[in-house]
C-alpha cells in the first residue's frame, strides 16, 4: 500500500479525519480487556453514511479490509484489527446524532455512534424509556449494540437489542447504502435484511443507523437485594415472581458470595446489603408506567409463605440511592475481577430450568480441578445467561493459572453442550470464540452463514476473521 492511496483518502475524508500516527491510534488497537493488540493502516472517523460509502469504495479499490468499530467496549476482540497492518479501523464515534424522536410512534433514530448512555438520555428527554442497559453504557455506542446483538440486565421483560430495533440503515460492502429506517411496526415484506446484520459484528455491513423502539417511561421502581438458599430457590422464586408482577419484572440477576465479597474487597465504596454472609443473592427489579405502589408488591411476593421458604434474608431499597449502591454492587464485579488479578471468562447460557443444575455441575468440577482459581459465576439469571467466570486466587501463579485455560474452556463448554446450552448469550463471537463456533455449531449453520458471508461480501473486506475463519 503506497502513501498515494492513503493521502487519496485523506482528500475524500479531510486530514483531521484519517489517523495514522501511533500516538493517534493506540487506543484503538488494542481491546478493553487487552486480550488483543493489533495494528492498522489508518483509523477513519467519518461524519456521514456518504463518508462511510466512500470509505467502502476506497477499500474495495484497494483491497483494504475494514474493521468497524463502536465504543471498543466488545469482549471478544470484535473491533480490533489483526497483526497486519494492512486493515483499516473505521470507527464510528463522529457519527453520533440523534435523528429523529418520534414521541407518538414511541420510536427514535440514531446515528451508529451514539452512546448508549445519550440515547437513553434523548429518549427520557421525549418522555420515552429505552430500555438497554449494560454496564458499559458510557462509552459502548448504539451501533456496537446492534452489531453485537447486545444483552444487559432488562432482557427478560424487552429481549435483546435484536428486539428492540425497528429499521436499520447500513453501508454494504459493495458500497450500496442499506435504508432499512423506518417506524412501522408491522412490515412482512420478504426477508428482515436488518435482523441479519444485528449481531453480524461488523462481518457483513457497516451499520451507519438504527430506528429504536421506546416504551412509556416509568414512574414506579422497586428493587430488592435478596439472599435465597440456593440457585435451585432463586429459579423457583423467578416462576413466583413471574406470576405475581407479570410484565413489571425487569431484572432478575445472580450473584453468588465470590462475586459480592470480591466487589466489595476491590472497591471501598461498596457494601454488603447484609451483616451476615450469604451462598446465593438476587437482585430483583420491578418498575411500571403507572404510579403504583410496587414496594408494597414487591414486598407482598417475597413475604408470602411460599416464597419465603426461598428466602433468607431481603433488603428493599428504600431510596434512589440505595437502589443505585445495589446496582453498582451488580455492575462493578466485572472490574472487581479485573482488579483481582486474572480471570477465565465464559458467557454462558442454559434453558432457565437448567441453571441451577448446570451450577452446580461447573463448581464441582471448578473445585476439583482448578486448585489455582476459584468461581465468580454469576449474571442474568432470568434469561438463564451466567457469565461463568473463573478468578486467579491470590497467592497463585498468573502464568500457570492461564495456562490451565485451553483445557478449563473445553469442559465448561462441553458442559454447556451437554446441557444444550450456548457458548456465547450475549457478547458474540468476534476473534475469541471463532474456533469454538466451528465446534460446536451445526455444520448446517456454519455452512449457511458462510454462503451468506461470501454473497453480501464475495472480497471478504468486513472484518475478516471475526465471526467466521477467513
Ligand atoms: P465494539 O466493542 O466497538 O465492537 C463490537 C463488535 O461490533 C465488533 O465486531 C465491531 O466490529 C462491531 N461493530 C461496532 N460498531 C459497528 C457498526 N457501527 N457497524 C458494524 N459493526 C460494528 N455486553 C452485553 O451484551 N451485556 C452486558 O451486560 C454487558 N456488560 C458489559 C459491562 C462492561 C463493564 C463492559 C466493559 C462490557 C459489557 N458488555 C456487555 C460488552 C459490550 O459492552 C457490548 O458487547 C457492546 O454491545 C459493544 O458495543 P461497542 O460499541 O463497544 O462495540
Ligand atoms: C455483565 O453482565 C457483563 O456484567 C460483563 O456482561 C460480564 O465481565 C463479564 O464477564
Ligand atoms: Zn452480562
Not at 18 to 41: F, H, K, M, P, W
Not at 236 to 246: A, N, S
Amino acid at each position: 500500500m503506497g502513501n498515494g492511496a492513503l493521502a487519496e483518502l485523506r482528500t475524500l475524508l479531510g486530514n483531521d479525519s484519517v489517523l495514522s500516527a501511533d500516538a493517534d491510534t493506540e487506543t484503538y488497537l488494542i481491546d478493553q480487556l487487552r486480550n488483543y493488540r493489533g495494528r492498522a493502516l489508518a483509523v477513519v472517523l467519518p461524519r456521514s453514511t456518504e463518508q462511510v460509502v466512500a470509505i467502502v469504495g476506497w477499500c474495495r479499490e484497494h483491497r483494504v479490509a475494514i474493521v468497524p468499530q463502536g465504543g471498543n467496549t466488545g469482549y471478544c476482540g470484535g473491533a480490533t484489527p489483526d497483526e497486519s497492518g494492512r486493515e483499516l479501523v473505521l470507527a464510528l464515534q463522529r457519527m453520533n446524532r440523534v435523528r429523529a424522536v418520534s414521541a407518538a410512534d414511541f420510536s427514535m433514530t440514531v446515528e451508529a455512534g451514539c452512546v448508549l448512555a445519550r440515547v437513553q438520555q434523548a429518549a427520557a428527554e421525549a418522555g420515552r424509556f429505552f430500555p438497554l442497559s449494560l454496564g458499559s453504557q458510557g462509552s459502548c455506542q448504539i451501533g456496537g449494540n446492534l452489531a453485537t446483538n447486545a444483552g444487559g440486565v432488562n432482557v427478560l421483560r424487552y429481549g435483546m437489542t435484536r428486539d428492540l430495533v425497528l429499521g436499520v440503515e447500513a453501508v454494504l460492502p459493495d458500497g450500496s447504502i442499506y435504508n432499512g429506517l423506518s417506524a412501522l411496526r408491522k412490515d412482512n415484506t420478504g426477508y428482515n435484511l436488518g435482523s441479519l446484520l444485528i449481531g453480524s459484528e461488523g462481518t457483513l455491513a457497516v451499520i451507519t443507523a438504527a430506528t429504536l423502539k421506546l416504551w412509556p417511561q416509568m414512574r414506579s421502581t422497586a428493587t430488592a437485594f435478596v439472599a435465597v438458599t440456593s440457585a435451585q430457590a432463586a429459579i423457583e422464586l423467578l416462576g413466583m415472581l413471574r406470576t405475581q408482577v407479570g410484565d413489571r419484572l425487569n431484572s432478575f440477576e445472580y450473584l453468588p458470595r465470590s462475586a459480592v465479597q470480591l466487589a466489595c474487597e476491590q472497591f471501598d465504596s461498596l457494601q454488603d446489603p447484609f451483616e451476615s454472609p450469604y451462598d446465593s443473592y438476587l437482585l430483583i427489579e420491578i418498575s411500571s408506567a403507572g404510579l403504583e405502589d410496587l414496594d408494597d408488591l414487591l414486598q407482598t411476593a417475597l413475604t408470602s409463605d411460599s416464597a419465603s421458604e426461598l428466602i433468607l434474608d431481603a433488603v428493599l431499597a428504600t431510596s434512589e440511592r440505595q437502589r443505585q449502591a445495589f446496582w453498582h454492587l451488580r455492575e462493578k464485579v466485572p472490574e472487581a475481577q479485573r482488579r483481582a488479578g486474572g480471570s477465565l471468562k465464559y458467557d454462558v447460557s442454559v434453558q432457565v430450568s437448567q441453571l441451577p443444575a448446570f451450577l452446580a455441575q461447573v463448581s464441582e468440577w471448578v473445585t476439583a480441578n482448578v486448585p489455582d482459581g476459584f468461581l465468580v459465576c454469576y449474571g442474568h439469571a432470568g434469561d438463564g445467561n451466567l457469565h461463568c467466570n473463573i478468578s486467579q486466587r491470590p497467592d497463585a501463579p498468573l502464568a500457570g493459572f492461564l495456562a490451565r485455560e485451553p483445557a478449563i474452556k473445553r469442559r465448561v463448554h462441553d458442559m454447556v453442550k451437554e446441557f444444550g446450552g450456548s457458548i456465547s448469550a450475549e457478547h458474540g463471537i468476534g476473534q475469541q470464540k471463532v474456533e469454538e463456533l466451528e465446534r460446536y455449531a451445526s455444520p448446517v449453520k456454519l455452512e449457511l452463514m458462510r454462503r451468506l458471508k461470501h454473497t453480501i461480501d464475495p472480497l471478504g473486506i468486513m472484518n475478516p476473521g471475526k465471526v467466521l475463519r477467513s
